[in-house]
C-alpha cells in the first residue's frame, strides 16, 4: 500500500511523535490511531514511524548530552585501561549495549510480523489498556529506591527484554522499561533515565535502517518525512524537559487512566467500523 503523507499530516505526525514518545502512552500507537481517523491518511507506515523517531531521539541526545559524552569516553578509555571498568560510566555502557541486544534480534526476527500483522489497530487498543493496567500495578508497589548507580548486568537484560515489547504498537518502549524499572526498584527518575538511554542505539539503528525505504512505494516522500521529524525533535526535548520534572513529584496514574481510555475507545470505534484494523 502506498503511504500518502502530505505536509499537514506530516506537521501532525511530528507533533505527536514529540507529545507521545517519552510519555508511557505510546507514540507508535498514537500514529496509527491518527492515520486511522483522518481519512486519506492512513497507516504512515514502519519506515516513516521509524524515520521521524530519530527527532524525538536526537532530543535525548542533546538533554543527556553530558551524561552520554561521559559514559562514551568513560567505555572507550576502559577498553584499554582495565582500572577504569569499574567506573560507573564504563559499566553503563556494557549495560547499554548488552540492554540492546534484545530489541535487535527479536526486532531482526520478527520484522515483517512487526510491520503488518502487529500494526493492527486491535493490537493497539488491547496492548494500550494491559500495559497501562501492569504500569499502574507496578507504581503502586514500587519502593523507589534504587538509584540508576546500582544497576547490574542482570537488571540490564531484563531492562531490555522490556523494550523489546515496545516492537508491538501500543505497548510503549517508555513505557515497558519504566514499567520494569519500578518492578525492580527502581525510583521513577532512573527508570526514565536508563529508558531514554537505553532507546538510543536502538532507535538509531532503527531509523538509519528504514530510511532507505522512505521516498519509496511503501513510504512517505522525503519532504515530509523531514517536517515531521525536525518538529518531533523539536517537541520532543519540551517534553523531556517537563515529564522528567513531573515523575520527581507524581505518580504515573494520569496516564494509566489515560491508556484505559483511549484504548477503550480504539476497540469501540473499531467494533462500530469508525476504525478499521488495518488502514
Known amino acids: ?6 505536509w499537514f499530516g ?9 507529545l507521545t514518545e517519552f510519555l508511557p502512552i505510546s507514540s507508535s500507537a498514537h500514529l496509527r490511531i491518527a492515520g486511522g481517523l483522518v481519512p486519506g491518511w492512513g497507516d504512515p507506515g ?7 523517531q530519530l527527532g524525538t531521539e536526537t532530543a535525548v541526545v542533546v538533554y543527556f548530552r553530558r551524561e552520554i559524552w561521559a559514559i562514551i569516553r568513560t567505555w572507550t578509555r576502559s577498553l584499554v585501561r582495565p582500572e577504569l ?8 555502557g556494557w549495560y547499554i549495549i548488552v540492554g540492546t541486544l534484545p530489541i535487535a534480534v527479536l526486532g531482526f ?8 500483522s502487529l500494526r493492527s489497530l486491535v493490537f493497539a487498543g488491547v496492548t ?14 514500587a519502593v523507589n529506591r534504587k538509584p540508576l548507580t546500582r544497576l547490574r548486568m542482570p537488571e540490564a537484560l531484563a531492562f531490555g527484554f522490556a523494550q523489546a ?6 505497548v510503549s518502549r517508555s513505557g515497558g522499561t519504566i514499567t520494569a524499572g519500578l518492578l525492580m526498584g527502581y525510583t521513577r527518575e532512573a527508570a526514565a533515565k536508563y529508558s531514554f538511554l537505553l532507546a538510543i542505539p536502538a532507535v538509531f ?22 517536517l515531521a521529524t525536525i518538529v518531533s525533535f523539536a517537541v520532543g526535548y519540551v517534553v523531556i524537559v517537563y515529564f522528567m520534572r513531573y515523575i520527581s513529584q507524581h505518580n504515573f496514574m494520569p496516564f494509566v487512566i489515560y491508556r484505559a481510555a483511549l484504548g477503550a475507545l480504539v476497540l469501540l470505534l473499531l467494533a462500530f467500523g469508525v476504525l478499521q484494523p488495518y488502514v
Open 1 to 6: 500500500m502506498e503511504h500518502t503523507v502530505g
Open 10 to 18: 506530516a506537521l501532525v505526525f511530528g507533533i505527536l511523535q514529540g
Open 46 to 52: 514502519a519506515a516513516f514511524t521509524a524515520v521521524i
Open 128 to 141: 494500550l489498556i494491559v500495559f497501562g493496567v501492569i504500569l499502574g500495578l507496578a507504581d503502586a508497589i
Open 85 to 92: 571498568r569499574r567506573e560507573p560510566d564504563a559499566r553503563m
Open 165 to 170: 515489547l515496545a516492537l508491538i504498537p501500543g
Open 205 to 226: 539503528a532503527s531509523g538509519l535502517l528504514e530510511i532507505l525505504d522512505i521516498g519509496g512505494d511503501k513510504a512517505p516522500a522525503w519532504g515530509p518525512t523531514i
Open 109 to 116: 526476527l520478527f520484522q515483517k510480523t512487526i510491520e503488518t
